[in-house]
């Protein structure tokens, strides 16, 4: 007589820990690592997720749907760009917590399907734990950014400067309005440069007339590093990229001089927008070695290229290799950079 089969309920999905689940183009920085990894056009409409790891919620996604693989050279530099998107998102406290249920270090699982559609992944996933995209966190991010008027943008600036005790701060926010000129003696006051930095670092609609002036001072040379470094990690938006155009509007810097500029600050604060656009251009080898041959100081470069490189490993260990290859150019960038990464 053949075995009874019971029918089994499926289980009620938790709704104490979420599945996040995006596609390539929906991370903040999938253009670097686009420019970092061969990414194949197939990965473009592939699910991706990351999911609470087996101690919080059994997913078993793959034993309910079955994949198909991909081969080797499509799915190695995918799943290495898959990894740097996890070890990024997850570094932001909040969606951690999103994913485990708990503020707290864990495991998590990741991945992606190879072979089963978008919304048949979700279904799946949804089936075990709540499920949220991370293109409409995004898309949630920005619609709360809070506009500010002109003068509360102004007024913001100078509290900035107030709280170092900058006695001009009622005149530079005269000059952010537009109703006075700047007075280069400001610059001279020990963390103005970095006030200003801070305070358009923490404006995400970077598009304002305030924040054009802002970004017209910090876009000169001497007060660009100021910006690079004061950036923070943000997963959701890149509050990189608005001054960037600014600053490109502004000609002061090309982007090779900037991408310079960058790899001297170490590429900004570390998983920032900056460090994101560092990265990304160290995938181009030639155009890197023609902006190291073409500077007054190659030797300084090649060593921040390296320092780089050993920092930014942890999220995409293939940049050493970017690294390597960059300094292969030359013989003694080649010894440097074998000195640094080792």
Request: proline share 6%.
């Amino acid at each position: 007589m053949p075995p009874v089969e019971l029918d089994s309920p499926a289980p009620t999905p938790r709704q104490d820990v979420h599945g996040l689940l995006f596609r390539f183009d929906d991370f903040t920085y999938a253009p670097a690592l686009r420019s970092l990894f061969a990414i194949d056009p197939v990965m473009d409409d592939k699910p991706f997720y990351i999911a609470p790891g087996k101690d919080r919620a059994q997913l078993d996604l793959f034993e309910r749907l079955p994949e198909i693989d991909l081969p080797p050279h499509v799915h190695k530099p995918a799943w290495g760009a898959l990894e740097a998107m996890m070890r990024s998102l997850m570094a932001d406290e909040t969606l951690r917590a999103l994913v485990r249920g708990e503020t707290t270090h864990g495991p998590v699982s990741f991945g992606y399907h190879a072979s089963e559609p978008y919304a048949v992944v979700e279904s799946a996933i949804a089936e075990r734990v709540a499920v949220v995209r991370l293109r409409d966190l995004r898309d949630a991010a920005r619609s709360a950014v809070r506009q500010l008027s002109p003068a509360d943008r102004a007024e913001s600036i100078g509290r900035e400067l107030e709280r170092l005790s900058f006695g001009e701060h009622a005149e530079v926010r005269r000059w952010a309005l537009g109703e006075r000129s700047f007075d280069p003696a400001w610059a001279a006051f020990a963390g103005f440069a970095a006030a200003l930095a801070r305070s358009i670092a923490r404006t995400l609609d970077g598009y304002g007339a305030v924040d054009h002036r802002v970004a017209e001072w910090l876009a000169e040379r001497e007060n660009v590093v100021h910006w690079i470094g004061s950036l923070s990690h943000g997963p959701l938006f890149d509050s990189f990229e608005p001054v960037l155009s600014m600053v490109r509007a502004r000609g002061t810097l090309t982007d090779d001089e900037l991408f310079a500029q960058c790899l001297l600050a170490t590429g900004g604060v570390e998983e920032s927008g900056s460090w994101w656009w560092t990265l990304g251009r160290l995938g181009d080898h030639d155009r890197v070695a023609s902006v190291f041959a073409a500077s007054k100081t190659p030797v300084d470069l090649v060593a921040a290229m390296a320092r780089f490189a050993k920092q930014a490993k942890a999220t995409v260990p293939s940049i050493l290799e970017h690294a390597r290859a960059v300094g292969s150019t030359n013989d003694a960038w080649r010894a440097m950079v074998r000195n640094v990464l080792g």
